[in-house]
């Protein structure tokens, strides 16, 4: 029976794996995870071999699908000749070399592994210039899970003490955030003004809210902050780990115009595998070396590096980004559509390749958008489409419109049933 193996593996994962799930926010997929056996392009295959198209793709890294022949080729050849070295190799300034290439702002960069663990890098960095200490992050926005930013996670913590994000997180480190609102100019400029009371030293902001709602930025937003960093020596961080190489492959900095001190990636840059990076301007990132503490043991693991090198060897092209865009547009136009057709559904908010499902008159939540879209969520599973619980939808250079167009026909009629 469908989805009969996925609930008995769940059942299994949950005697050996705390909450059953990889990853805590997993735990919000209905009716449970799927279990996968297999991934290729737009699909994944299930325990019992049955095939989902995927929008989930791995939550954001697969803008070329699951397991793009150029990237695996780079990786195998790479696996077999070394893992993981903890010394120089030529990867670490190849890989480099081509992500810089591709970013606007990019003079120097440092690996790190996850995009959590590159945002705290970041900070570290903006403290140590500025021998300041509080950070400006948006209510809602996603930056991770560490103690320092995940806090602040709903639209009331705009302008008030930052409350932590979940239970066992330490609040004395929140005295060191002030929490503003995304496209709320005013605001940011009163808490920017105050910058030197509030002793500020970093702004970090998602540029297009990837994890509330995917919010594109009003058109002076992004260009304001940068003008109130100038002035009062504030560090300008975009958090891209959703948002690089795939709205743009120079990420906001190329789609927006405005050029921040650091970004982080993580993601997409390499294509399936672990690897993020703070990339910037040199003299902030050159302090790794000069008393800012940045380590890991599988930082900069060539395995890793191979996949980011060919990755942005791919994304070099400019036909990727115009096939995700004609796609992403086809989803829109279909898949909204479908949602149209039946009023009070909701639509969707769209800023390139990243799609997100948005309530009629509600809000999207982080660990799932509940209402009609838990609802559609276990239908259209057992359709055969897998979504992610927050709504949120990536799309791939191998999804193709016989893809789109079945996912719109089962999502009428799922609608038509709920
Ligand atoms: C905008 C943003 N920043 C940071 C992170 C954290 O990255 P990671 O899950 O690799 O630690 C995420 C993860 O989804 C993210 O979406």
């Not at 592994?113 to 705290?120: H, I, K």
């Not at 979940?166 to 003004?193: I, Y």
């Not at 003008?227 to 958090?239: A, P």
Request: with cysteine; hydrophobic share 45%.
């Amino acid at each position: 029976m469908a989805l009969e193996s996925s609930r008995t593996a769940f059942e299994r994962a949950r005697r050996s794996v705390g909450g059953g799930v990889g990853s805590g926010l997993r735990a919000a997929m209905r009716p449970h995870p799927l279990f996968v056996r297999e991934a290729r392009g737009a699909h994944v295959w299930d325990l019992d071999g049955d095939r989902y198209v995927d929008y989930v793709l791995a939550w954001g890294p697969l803008v070329l699908g699951h397991g793009d022949p150029r990237v695996l080729a780079a990786v195998s050849e790479t696996a077999a000749k070394m893992q993981v070295v903890g010394t120089g190799h030529a990867l670490e300034y190849l890989a480099a070399e081509a992500v810089l290439e591709a970013v606007p702002h990019g003079e120097r960069l440092v690996w790190s592994n996850t995009g959590t663990e590159a945002v705290q890098v970041a900070l570290r960095l903006a403290r140590a210039a500025t021998g300041r200490r509080r950070v400006l992050k948006f209510a809602k926005s996603y930056h991770g899970w560490h103690d320092t930013v995940y806090a602040g996670m709903s639209e009331e913590d705009s302008d008030r003490p930052a409350r932590p994000g979940g239970e066992g997180q330490s609040p004395s480190v929140l005295d060191d955030l002030v929490v503003g609102r995304f496209n709320d100019v005013a605001l940011a400029e009163r808490l920017l003004n105050e910058a030197a009371e509030r002793d500020l030293a970093a702004v970090l902001v998602d540029p297009v809210m990837s994890n509330a709602g995917v919010e594109a930025p009003a058109p002076e937003f992004l260009s304001a902050l940068r003008t109130l960093c100038d002035r009062r020596g504030v560090v300008l961080i975009f958090d891209e780990v959703i948002a690089g190489f795939r709205i743009a492959r120079g990420g906001a900095a190329e789609k927006y115009g405005v050029l921040p001190d650091l970004s982080v990636y993580g993601k997409a840059m390499a294509g399936g595998f672990t690897q993020s990076a703070v990339v910037g301007r040199a003299d902030l990132i050159d302090q790794v070396t000069a008393g800012v503490t940045h380590a890991g043991t599988f930082n900069a693991n060539p395995v890793a590096l191979a996949a980011v090198e060919a990755t942005m060897r791919v994304l070099a092209d400019p036909e990727v980004y115009e096939a995700l865009e004609r796609t992403s547009a086809a989803f829109e136009a279909l898949v909204g559509g479908a949602l149209a057709s039946v009023p009070g559904s909701g639509g969707f908010n769209r800023v390139g390749s990243l799609l997100q499902y948005v309530p009629e008159g509600g809000a999207t939540g982080l660990h799932g958008t509940g209402g009609l879209w838990t609802v559609l969520l276990e239908g259209m599973l057992r359709e055969k489409f897998l979504f992610m619980p927050s709504g949120k939808v990536f799309l791939s250079t191998a999804h193709i419109a016989a893809d789109l167009e079945a996912t719109a026909e089962a999502l009428e009629k799922v609608l038509r049933r709920a």
